[in-house]
């Protein structure tokens, strides 16, 4: 029954953290989409306006990729503690899990900083 769980605990890992990459590879995708979007815009001598509607709708997708890969942060924990529960020990993923803390009770608001 261990030898099961164990190969389970393998398969959920390796999806897992695969699935983890891609997130931050997609959010850190479209925060770059929005700075190349900044760049064009003002490069090209265009008025701020022009875009607008786009860039906001790529700011909201950003935003909820964003959230997404915090996700994985809490889900990362959870996984853990489950790992623990199905007598798995001293197995995989043994470093700190990041904090959890929810973003609106951090002091300092998060802010989008575009290069120029």
Same mark, same amino acid.
């Given at each position: %029954?261990?030898?099961?769980? =164990? ?17 931050? !590879? ?7 989409? %929005? #700075?190349? %979007?900044?760049?064009? =815009?003002?490069?090209?001598?265009? &008025?701020? +306006? ?7 709708? #790529? ?6 990729? #964003? ?5 994985? #942060?809490?889900? !990362? =924990? /959870? ?7 199905? +007598?798995?020990? +001293?197995? +995989? @993923? /043994?470093? $700190?899990? &990041?904090?959890? $803390? @929810?973003?609106?009770?951090?002091? $300092? &608001? ?7």
């Amino acid at each position: %029954m261990l030898k099961q769980r =164990r190969q389970a605990n393998e398969i959920v890992t390796r999806d897992f953290l695969q699935a983890e990459a891609a997130a931050d !590879h997609a959010a850190t995708q479209a925060a770059q989409c %929005m #700075v190349t %979007m900044l760049q064009a =815009r003002q490069n090209a001598n265009l &008025p701020f +306006g022009t875009g607008l509607e786009a860039f906001r709708l #790529v700011s909201e997708g950003a935003s909820a990729l #964003v959230k997404a890969r915090q996700s994985f #942060v809490e889900a !990362h =924990r /959870i996984l853990a503690e489950v790992r623990h529960e199905i +007598g798995i020990t +001293g197995y +995989g @993923d /043994i470093s $700190e899990c &990041p904090p959890t $803390e @929810d973003p609106k009770s951090m002091d $300092e &608001p998060l802010r989008l900083v575009a290069a120029a």
